[in-house]
T-cell receptor, first 109, second 114 residues
């Protein structure tokens, strides 16, 4: 079945620095979604990408969907303490979304 | 929009006991999902309802697990004869619109089996 893999599993970032987290699917996806889960919280939807090569921005977050629609990335610029949490990508699989294991981000002030 | 509501927030039970969790989705949402999440992992799909019909159930799900959505509104998830391996966060999510629309998650029920 479809598998969604994310790297790295952990990302330790100095406040103010940039970083990128990656998501790869074993199959071509019709769309990909990103969620953020704060410590002790529940996953919250961030964005959905549908088109091949699509790029969307939300303030300091830039999301990209690969040309082959099998991978995606999330780039955060000028990391802030509010960016702490786990970022999940998720791809559709029949009626459900299959989630990756997430990238957990910690920030050093 | 009061969000997805789950009850209880925490449940501690002894091995072998049955437990039942409740989820109230966002009122106009026709799709309802149950997921399970353990530490360091992403949400793992358990089952899906469209209105009152259960359309998909994980093949990994033991027959000790059962879910209902009797009137297409709230849903219950029951685990019979709980095992320590059932300890996890049980998340409910709802959505509206086309299949694979974004999910709105509740705060979850944390189950601890002792």
């Amino acid at each position: 079945g479809q598998q969604v893999m994310q790297i790295p599993q952990y990302q330790h970032v100095q406040e103010g620095e940039d970083f990128t987290t990656y998501c790869n699917s074993s199959t071509t996806l019709s769309n990909i979604q990103w969620y953020k889960q704060r410590p002790g919280g529940h996953p919250v939807f961030l964005i959905q990408l549908v088109k091949s090569g699509e790029v969307k921005k939300q303030k300091r977050l830039t999301f990209q969907f690969g040309e082959a629609k099998k991978n995606s990335s999330l780039h955060i610029t000028a990391t802030q303490t509010t960016d702490v949490g786990t970022y999940f990508c998720a791809g559709p699989n029949d009626y459900k979304l299959s989630f990756g294991a997430g990238t957990t981000v910690t920030v050093r002030a | 929009d009061t969000g997805v509501s789950q009850d209880p927030r925490h449940k501690i039970t002894k091995r072998g006991q049955n437990v039942t969790f409740r989820c109230d989705p966002i009122s106009e949402h026709n799709r309802l999902y149950w997921y399970r999440q353990t530490l360091g992992q992403g949400p793992e799909f358990l089952t899906y309802f469209q209105n009152e019909a259960q359309l998909e159930k994980s093949r990994l799900l033991s027959d000790r697990f059962s879910a209902e959505r009797p009137k297409g509104s709230f849903s219950t998830l029951e685990i019979q004869r709980t095992e320590q391996g059932d300890s996890a966060m049980y998340l409910c999510a709802s959505s509206q619109g086309p299949r694979n629309s974004p999910l709105h998650f509740g705060n979850g029920t944390r189950l601890t089996v002792t």
